[in-house]
């Protein structure tokens, strides 16, 4: 394979805040040690394209500075975690090409120092135990206009607290009857200050940690104190993180931590014609919309990694974009302009017919077999020539013929002369049809003068049809995706008319067809092997298939709607 197309590419290129942030700060003198950054994703659900884009920054801002990335699970919910997701996190963050070498780390391993922080808060009167429950705490939070009220309990001593906190971590309590919160101030304008929540008791077997703990830290405490352990020196999160940004300072603050991490928040990238979040990706694996987190009509990374993009398209396709503070929506055809650059590179062109219509060269004998040569890959001349057969039976396409052509029409048609790519020119000289009226085969004859494509005395024809030849052909069963909903913002939509998010999704979001043909070189074509089927589109090697029971699905088509919409907004 050639050498990933993104090798020294730049993040975002010059207008990357991040970098930007870096470099003022190596600048002034602030760095003594290295750039240190995680991806803490939360063994909730697989990944989707949303994730790549912190993936591919923090890993890239930190070798750009000759630091370090660590992949740290953010595992402090046991209810709705498993290691399922833990084990395809893992996976999808390797294949996206990132190494966090010996820097895996969970938040549970850090659980028992995290324990300890919150009993240091206790000792210094900054933390108390509260027995309101979910239902009364909102009533005591006030809102932004109004400040809050104390919780009754928040004047307990620090006795009281030490050991209830104590108890509750002995299983004591009943989930929901207390928790810890830290006290800091409830008439602050920042919503997050007024006592959040650090500790909350859950009765459910952890993934990691089994049944040792039935107190677990809230996001807000473990986060920072998990960035704080491990050294790391640059937090970057997502926008919705900004107003956290103060209890996350305070935390940091007020335990005595090893080091002083910061937070920096980036926008959240969107897709069109899709959702990116985990909640809803799982509602629609678990209501049978689709087959898995893997069904290639997904936006995770293992259904595009099944569907064939390759990982370094993504990783383009977020250094083309950039880093925004803002949320951004992208549109569908720029990640799949990205997706076709770098196949356009990489993937083998072949020929494969997907609708097949019976195609009988009359001057040409039952049993002779011609060879032709095919180049592998125009864009790539250490890809080489193979060789396909062709025979007296071949399949075109059934839409390359029409027995009536309109003006500009110029495939096959009665009379007409067309070019079999890499083989001949062909004329039709006659159309079978059954008793219905429905094409069955066309007659046509073959210039064996015209053998590689081109006619000794320069006579042109107005097309060029891919073929395969019936007898070497491998049958082969192809899945066509389209977009999984209909609607460009499906939530958005789903939310203003009041209706079931399931209704927009588009029923023509997969066609399988199986009763294709490819080209025989493809007999043991290996699972998530991509391939362009010339004039058709991308299509990439199923793990479902087997050698005789090929299976392909689309990648993306040929017609790149990026560049056609770049055009329209540069008139
Ligand atoms: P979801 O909303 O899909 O459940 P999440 O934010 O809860 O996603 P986490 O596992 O907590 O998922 O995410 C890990 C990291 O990925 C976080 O730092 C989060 O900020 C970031 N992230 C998640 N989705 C996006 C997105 N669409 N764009 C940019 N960053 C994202
Ligand atoms: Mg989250």
Known sequence: MSAPSDASRPYGGPGNFVRELIEGEIAAGKHSGPVVTRFPPEPNGYLHLGHARPITLNFEMAREFGGRCHLRFDDTNPLSEDVEYVDAILADVRWLGFDWGEHLYFASDHFER????AEELIGKGLAFVCDLSSDEMPLYQGSLNEPGRPSPYRDRSREENLDLFRRMRAGEFEPGARTLRAKIDMASPVLVLRDPVLYRIVKA????TGDRWCVYPMYDFAHPLSDAIEGVTHSLCSSEFVDHRPLYDWTVENCSVPSRPRQTEFGRLNLTYTVMSKRLLKRLVEEGHVRGWDDPRMPTLSAIRRRGVPPAAIRNFN????????????????????VREELNRTAPRVMAVLNPLRVVIENLPEGERLDFEAVNNPEDPGAGTRTVPFSRVLYIERDDFLEDPPKKYFRLAPGREVRLRYACLVTCTGVVKDASGKITELRCTWDPATRGGNAPDGRKVASTLHWVSATHAIPAEVRLYETLFRVEDPMAE???KGIDLASFLNPNSERVRRECWVEPSLRDAQPGS??????LGYFAVDPESKPGALVFNRTVTLRDEWAK????SAK
Do not use: C, M, N
């Open 114 to 117: 995290l324990y300890g922080w």
């Open 205 to 208: 077997s952890h993934h990691r």
């Open 319 to 338: 250094r083309d974009v950039g880093l925004t503070k803002r949320d951004i929506t992208i549109e569908l055809p720029r990640l799949e302009h990205a």
């Open 494 to 496: 789903a939310e203003a």
């Open 530 to 535: 991509a391939f362009q089927f010339e004039r």
């Open 565 to 568: 919409l770049q055009k329209r």
